[in-house]
């Protein structure tokens, strides 16, 4: 599905007019002015899966925010714009092939790190909790409890299930269980899928990391389907040489000035693989090994 169908970044050109019309005073970063227009990177026009492609400090990352901004993008951790972010964004223009979206997100590393971060703090609490609910057990199952007002009845209906109750049968009966906790890589996984829903556009920024290769084949399929059967589009930036090879996808290499479309296999980050495993390639096929 195609929602987003072309934005556009000023050139260098309309930044050094912008520039002009700034007063003059001690500015010591004009990000993100002067990150893509670095690549001539002036125009990105979308297919169902489009993929940015290039070597850290390149700009993709740069010019995913910029989409997710300007096409109002939902999003879980807070990006820190520059001061100069917004007068960016004025000289951006968006052109979609219809209505925008309902669902509309991007997704980064930060997102995924703090889901899991967030998840395994809420386990420790619910920890200290039990370790808390324990004592209180023994506490109340061996003191004696007297009602003196209306508002001792919730304590006094605890003691009786105390007295009533095992001890383990009391703390599952009073507090929640513990979140699911699985491996950084399932875990990440599934917080893709969560956050995706049908017929939206979905940015997502390497979302290679945390996952294991199998992982990311399982993301790769899930994508594909996304795309071709839910009527998802996506945006992503990658150096995984498995999201690389997305079925369909248009992949810019901003490795290059300017920047270009590139079939995966002519990337030279995915051609160094290449090389290595063709140099190692008897030790694979050694059956000694």
Same mark, same amino acid.
């Given at each position: 599905?195609?929602?987003?169908?072309?934005?556009?970044?000023?050139?260098?050109?309309?930044?050094?007019?912008?520039?002009?019309?700034?007063?003059?005073?001690?500015?010591?970063?004009?990000?993100?002015?002067?990150?893509?227009?670095?690549?001539?990177?002036?125009?990105?026009?979308?297919?169902?899966?489009?993929?940015?492609?290039?070597?850290?400090?390149?700009?993709?990352?740069?010019?995913?925010?910029?989409?997710?901004?300007?096409?109002?993008?939902?999003?879980?951790?807070?990006?820190?714009?520059?001061?100069?972010?917004?007068?960016?964004?004025?000289?951006?223009?968006?052109?979609?092939?219809?209505?925008?979206?309902?669902?509309?997100?991007?997704?980064?590393?930060?997102?995924?790190?703090?889901?899991?971060?967030?998840?395994?703090?809420?386990?420790?609490?619910?920890?200290?909790?039990?370790?808390?609910?324990?004592?209180?057990?023994?506490?109340?199952?061996?003191?004696?409890?007297?009602?003196?007002?209306?508002?001792? !009845?919730?304590?006094?209906?605890?003691?009786?299930?105390?007295?009533?109750?095992?001890?383990?049968?009391?703390?599952?009966?009073?507090?929640?269980?513990?979140?699911?906790?699985?491996?950084?890589?399932?875990?990440?996984?599934?917080?893709?899928?969560?956050?995706?829903?049908?017929?939206?556009?979905?940015?997502?920024?390497?979302?290679?990391?945390?996952?294991?290769?199998?992982?990311?084949?399982?993301?790769?399929?899930?994508?594909?389907?996304?795309?071709?059967?839910?009527?998802?589009?996506?945006?992503?930036?990658?150096?995984?040489?498995?999201?690389?090879?997305?079925?369909?996808?248009?992949? !810019?290499?901003?490795?290059?000035?300017?920047?270009?479309?590139?079939?995966?296999?002519?990337?030279?980050?995915?051609?160094?693989?290449?090389?290595?495993?063709?140099?190692?390639?008897?030790?694979?096929?050694?059956?000694?090994?």
């Amino acid at each position: 599905m195609l929602y987003l169908k072309r934005i556009t970044f000023p050139d260098r050109d309309r930044e050094f007019d912008f520039f002009c019309t700034v007063k003059r005073k001690c500015y010591s970063d004009f990000y993100p002015f002067q990150v893509l227009s670095s690549v001539e990177l002036t125009a990105l026009d979308f297919e169902p899966v489009t993929i940015l492609h290039g070597g850290n400090g390149c700009g993709k990352t740069t010019a995913l925010n910029v989409i997710a901004q300007k096409t109002g993008a939902d999003r879980d951790s807070i990006y820190n714009k520059s001061s100069f972010f917004p007068d960016y964004l004025d000289l951006c223009e968006v052109k979609w092939t219809g209505e925008r979206p309902e669902n509309c997100r991007i997704i980064t590393s930060d997102d995924v790190f703090d889901y899991m971060l967030n998840l395994r703090y809420l386990n420790e609490g619910i920890d200290h909790r039990r370790e808390e609910m324990f004592q209180e057990y023994l506490h109340k199952k061996h003191t004696p409890f007297r009602v003196n007002s209306l508002e001792d !009845y919730e304590a006094l209906r605890l003691a009786n299930q105390a007295k009533s109750r095992t001890q383990s049968r009391y703390v599952r009966e009073n507090l929640m269980p513990n979140a699911p906790e699985r491996s950084n890589g399932e875990s990440a996984f599934l917080y893709f899928v969560q956050k995706m829903e049908e017929s939206g556009l979905y940015i997502l920024d390497e979302p290679e990391n945390s996952l294991s290769p199998k992982r990311q084949h399982e993301l790769v399929r899930w994508i594909e389907d996304a795309a071709r059967f839910f009527h998802c589009q996506f945006v992503i930036s990658t150096h995984s040489p498995f999201l690389l090879a997305l079925r369909g996808a248009r992949i !810019y290499d901003l490795d290059e000035t300017p920047v270009r479309v590139k079939h995966w296999t002519k990337l030279q980050n995915v051609r160094s693989y290449y090389d290595f495993f063709r140099e190692h390639q008897g030790e694979f096929e050694d059956p000694k090994r």
